[in-house]
């Protein structure tokens, strides 16, 4: 039991366990935004594709 004191003192005290988590918090956020960023811009460039695509075929290209 006296062994375990100390170690329970020095489990409670450790930050190594919510640091990691605020990692983890910082990594979704970041990985949301550009999940986000990469959807709104795929969107926004996918007709000029399309129409690089139409263009090419007219000249012959598949």
Request: hydrophobic share 50%; proline share 3%; glycine share 10%.
């Amino acid at each position: 039991m006296r062994s375990f004191i100390p170690l329970l003192r020095s489990f409670l005290s450790d930050d190594s366990g919510p640091t990691a988590v605020e990692y983890a918090v910082m990594l979704a956020a970041i990985l949301l935004a550009v999940a986000g960023t990469v959807a709104t811009i795929g969107s926004q460039n996918g007709g000029m594709w399309d129409d690089n695509n139409t263009k090419l075929e007219a000249v012959g290209f598949k």
